[in-house]
């Protein structure tokens, strides 16, 4: 697997915070049963699967076609999890609208379950270890759900990063004891301003 390139932006003396989202290229289709006429507007869509907070296409909505959008192409929608049935999106108003019909499709969340995770800043490829953070309690890498991980830099951290180009790589191991390097890419720490 080719790990994303993804860069990373850190302010010395500033707290990062991010959520990282792991998805298998598998998609999951699923039958839209209705979309309410309301503001965010809510999909029904029966025993649908989605995580919480978990990027989305919709495809093949008659009479509104604004909230089509192809895998791919198109930009995904932020879904938030409402029940095993309903989801929403919090960006769209369907007040004034009829629409009708339409597909749910999503990138299938990676299983997590018993994984551990491990990032590394490091001052050049196999360079000088800079920052190291872990999935263990206060360790800055939180795994919750399927498929996500949540990445907090302290303000202390990143204060004590150089002001320099510097690159990282984050691993998952799964409970099998396979390490895959999901994420990569470079990273520039932008000096402390002191007014």
């Not at 490829?125 to 800055?140: H, V």
């Amino acid at each position: 697997m080719q790990p994303a390139c993804v860069p990373l932006r850190l302010f010395q003396g500033a707290t990062f915070r991010d959520v990282l989202r792991l998805s298998q290229p598998t998609r999951v289709y699923r039958d839209i049963q209705s979309i309410q006429a309301v503001a965010p507007v809510r999909l029904v869509v029966p025993d649908h699967g989605v995580p919480s907070e978990w990027p989305v296409w919709v495809v093949g909505v008659q009479q509104w076609p604004e909230i089509n959008r192809q895998p791919v192409t198109g930009r995904p929608w932020q879904a938030l999890r409402v029940d095993e049935n309903t989801l929403e999106i919090n960006t769209l108003s369907a007040v004034g609208q009829r629409p009708a019909g339409g597909q749910l499709i999503y990138l299938a969340p990676v299983d997590l379950i018993s994984c551990t995770a491990r990032m590394q800043i490091r001052d050049r490829p196999g360079g000088q270890l800079l920052l190291e953070l872990g999935s263990g309690p206060g360790q800055g890498l939180v795994i919750e759900q399927a498929g996500t991980i949540r990445r907090e830099i302290s303000a202390v951290q990143t204060g004590a990063l150089p002001a320099a180009a510097a690159v990282y790589d984050l691993e998952v191991t799964f409970a099998d004891g396979s390490v895959l390097r999901w994420v990569e890419g470079p990273v520039t720490v932008s000096p402390q301003v002191t007014l």
